[in-house]
């Protein structure tokens, strides 16, 4: 009988331990066996594009969930901890990881190698509306390179640079092969995105939406922002009256009746500007800063840049 006590209570004991190795092993993404080095992507576009090049040679870690918004948000305790740990931590930076970028430089800081992705896009800067005033932050860079594949495919070999660089034990010619592939990819991506574009007619290449999110599409598909119902580049900003007014008044004088709004946030501001213009306002949801679950529209950053000018294409033109 006291044999079985001792046996039960050891079991007692032995059970919070091992619940706590197996929920620690899922948090961090090992598992038995998986002595992968380790990459900690910041943002889920980053994510898919960097486990693209990547491969099997690493463990490719995202930290930022299916449909979150990359302005607001945090990390769990598990997840800063991961960054510390990591051979290379891809990020996007220009203050768009606004909850993160302090664990970014933490990292950096006890010998992590970090990788700026915006930085070395070639950004671009926000500028004023072009028919709605200035906006907040007019000057300061901006962080939505992805909405530019070319860009994305500077980025793509910068991150393979610096996979093989940092993190040790990786096969070279096996990421060097994927990065390849996957740029071939983005090349086809490019060329059929201005194909699409080009049936919109040059008078209605004007872009209104939530927020300042497609300056960089504009730049290089010929597209004149007029505003955005929040006039700033994140989504933690809050438009007031005036600026609704301002951007209402840009709208009707550029006779643009098309809102594109972020799916990762409510379209409740760009429903008022619906209002606010007397109900004849198409408001056109787009996968702008995040990428949704896999099956959920957007689950690869091709597939969220496809969708996208799908449904830009069609409501520029059915205005």
């Known amino acids: 009988m006291s044999v079985r006590v001792t046996t039960a209570r050891l079991r007692a004991l032995l059970l919070p331990l091992v619940t706590f190795l197996v929920v620690a092993g899922t948090a961090t993404g090992c598992g038995p066996g998986d002595d992968r080095p380790r990459i900690v992507v910041t943002t889920n576009i980053l994510g898919d594009i960097t486990r693209e090049i990547a491969g099997d040679e690493a463990e490719v ?37 606004e909850n993160v970028t302090r664990h970014v430089e933490a990292a950096r800081e006890s010998g992590v190698a970090t990788f700026a992705a915006g930085e070395a896009a070639d950004p671009l800067t926000f500028h004023a509306d072009e028919e709605g005033g200035p906006g907040d932050g007019a000057g300061a860079p901006d962080p939505h390179f992805w909405t530019d594949p ?19 034990g990786v096969d070279e010619k096996a990421v060097r092969d994927n990065a390849e592939r996957y740029d071939g990819e983005l090349a086809a991506l490019s060329t059929w995105m201005e194909k699409s574009f080009a049936v919109i007619p040059e008078g209605r290449r004007a872009l209104v939406t939530n927020h300042h ?67 004849d306002v198409n408001v056109v949801p787009l996968y702008s800063e995040s990428l949704t679950e896999k099956g959920g529209g957007a ?13 830009m294409a069609e409501g520029l033109t059915g205005n």
């Open 150 to 168: 070319d860009r994305v495919r500077k980025v793509a070999g910068l991150i393979t640079d610096r996979i093989i660089q940092h993190v040790d």
């Open 299 to 311: 689950g690869t950053y091709l597939e969220m840049m496809r969708a996208n000018t799908s449904a």
């Open 61 to 97: 870690s995202v930290l930022m969930k299916p449909n979150a918004d990359p302005h607001s948000f945090g990390l769990s305790a598990v997840q800063a901890a991961e960054l510390e740990n990591a051979d290379l931590v891809v990020h996007n930076g220009l203050g768009l990881e």
């Open 213 to 279: 999110v497609f300056g960089y599409l504009a730049d290089r598909f010929g597209f004149r922002v007029i505003g955005a119902v929040i006039p700033s580049g994140t989504t933690l900003a809050s438009p007031s009256s005036s600026d609704l007014r301002s951007l209402t008044r840009a709208m009707e004088k550029a006779d643009v009746r098309t809102v594109f709004a972020d799916s990762s946030q409510p379209t409740r501001l760009a429903d008022v500007l619906r209002r606010e213009m007397g109900g």
